[in-house]
């Protein structure tokens, strides 16, 4: 059987951080994901807020370098977790259980989310971009030479 899921979303708040008994770390968050087509009746685009589970590693990865308003692309599984509330109901969860988690957007194009790219040392400057080529040569019509 197959579960694997990707997407694509922003931060809602800033990732929890939190180690189980033996220490194992875990991290979790939320991603607002926008939907690809517009509500018929509002003309608006809606959006999924998906809850994320990382462990270990991609939990230390994702509480070290993400914030909220931070675009992040998530890899992982879906999993449907019950649970019970005050009540007695039994309820159903679903949340992205992630393998990995990836920077979605550069420093600079969030400047607004918390963070800010940092500054290129006095005197740098970039190289110049070469210039694309616009010198074209026509190629003569002989078909001879082909192999097939």
Do not use: C
Not at 28 to 46: H, K, L, P, W
Not at 117 to 141: H, K, N, R
């Amino acid at each position: 059987m197959l579960n694997h899921i990707v997407l694509m979303g922003r931060l809602t708040r800033d990732p929890e951080l939190r180690r189980t008994g033996s220490g194992v770390a875990v991290a979790t968050f939320t991603i607002a994901v926008d939907r690809d087509f517009a509500n018929s009746s509002t003309g608006e685009r809606e959006t999924d807020f998906i809850d994320i589970v990382a462990w270990r590693n991609t939990a230390e990865f994702v509480s070290k370098y993400f914030a909220k308003g931070r675009m992040a692309v998530v890899s992982g599984r879906l999993q449907i977790r019950p649970w019970t509330d005050k009540e007695g109901n039994k309820r159903r969860s679903a949340e992205v259980i992630a393998d990995n988690v990836y920077f979605g957007d550069s420093k600079r194009e969030g400047g607004d989310a918390g963070y800010s790219a940092p500054a290129a040392p006095a005197g740098f400057s970039a190289p110049a971009a070469p210039a694309p080529a616009s010198d074209f040569s026509m190629i003569e019509d002989d078909d001879s030479q082909l192999p097939f």
